[in-house]
């Protein structure tokens, strides 16, 4: 699926793409929570593209684990020790592989998602980024399952986490800024969730314009 | 004596806070972490560690927080801590109260074990 090269570009287009929907995910934010998303992860992933630029890495690992570091030192919400742990784990699943393919790219997956649980002692269906990721990967194990291609496979996950950020609309939140409004987040998509969808569709999109 | 962390998303917070417990303590090693390196609210991995170290002794460090991502990347610093991070410990505890307390106790030579007991009935339950 991916060498080193292509996953730079692959998270370049991802960071792209949260620059271009920043003023949208901060309207997100605005309706329920503290409206600074679209920032923080611009200004994050502004950081990533820096240290893309900068290169040097030995392996995929390496790569996910300075973006990670970049994450969390530079994002200034909840959302950078969230994305940077997330990151992190998947630099710990991909160990020493010199390039990933679509069953690697499931597992990092999987690996992202718990790692944001440990970090933010969250589950599925209390309206994080967690109700995008975790449908996105399951999506991603079923077309792996029936020996859909890498295509397949990575639009899957696109479309899944698309589907479940929208669907945080009929949730409550449980977590952050917006468990504050209780019922009142209801009908409102959640930013992270939202987020996270974007770069999983951003993923899916670079590797299908190759 | 206890060196006490102050993180808080806002800087103005920690800030009054720590003017607050001065008017009792001047003698404790305080460390402030409020907001994050550009000044926007929010609160920052690399102010919470160089906080942290700047306060660190045998004695022990304990840290406050406000909310949210605040304990989330405090707990990141201490993953990351190149002192002893055994030593250094995450407190549930009402803000202002708890980190008044604990600035107070430290100044007066008390142990990170005897400032825990003093603001054990503080709890907020922010740590799950």
Same mark, same amino acid.
Not at chain 1, 7 to 29: P, R, S, W, Y
Not at chain 1, 186 to 202: E, F, M, N, V, Y
């Given at each position: ?43 994050? %992933?502004? %950081? ?38 997330? %990151? ?123 | ?128």
């Amino acid at each position: 699926m991916a060498e080193l090269n292509q996953l730079i570009g692959a998270l370049n287009h991802a960071a792209d793409v949260i620059e271009e929907n920043k003023q949208h995910l901060t309207e997100l934010d605005g309706a329920i929570g503290d409206g600074d998303h679209g920032i923080n992860m611009s200004r994050g %992933f502004s %950081f990533v593209k820096k240290t893309l630029d900068e290169g040097g890495f030995q392996t995929p690992a390496d790569l996910f684990k300075k973006s990670g570091m970049a994450l969390v030192a530079h994002v200034g919400g909840a959302s950078g020790p969230l994305f940077g742990t997330a %990151f992190l784990r998947a630099s710990m699943a991909l160990k020493d592989k010199t390039e990933i393919n679509s069953e690697d790219y499931i597992s990092i997956l999987k690996a992202a998602a718990e790692g944001i649980k440990m970090r933010g002692k969250s589950q599925a269906g209390e309206k994080t980024m967690l109700d995008a990721l975790i449908p996105a990967y399951e999506a991603g194990e079923t077309a792996l399952s029936q020996g859909k291609d890498t295509q397949e496979v990575l639009q899957a996950v696109k479309a899944a986490a698309r589907t479940g950020a929208t669907d945080t609309e009929k949730l409550v939140a449980k977590k952050g800024r917006s468990s504050y409004l209780g019922e009142r987040s209801l009908g409102h998509q959640d930013p992270g969730a939202a987020s996270t969808a974007l770069i999983l569709g951003a993923i899916a999109d670079y590797f299908a314009a190759l | 004596m206890v060196g006490i962390v102050l993180v808080s998303h806002s800087r103005k917070i920690v800030e009054g806070i720590k003017e607050l417990a001065s008017q009792m303590s001047k003698d404790a090693p305080v460390a402030l972490a409020g907001g994050t390196d550009d000044d926007r609210l929010g609160t920052d991995i690399t102010k919470i560690s160089s906080a942290i170290h700047d306060v660190y002794s045998d004695d022990g460090v304990l840290v406050f927080f406000d909310m949210g991502s605040a304990y989330m990347n405090a707990q990141m610093a201490l993953d990351f801590l190149e002192e002893d991070s055994s030593k250094v410990e995450i407190v549930d505890a009402a803000f202002v109260e708890g980190a008044i307390t604990a600035i107070v106790d430290s100044g007066l030579n008390k142990s990170m074990d005897e400032i825990k007991a003093d603001i054990a009935s503080m709890k907020l339950g922010k740590m799950p």
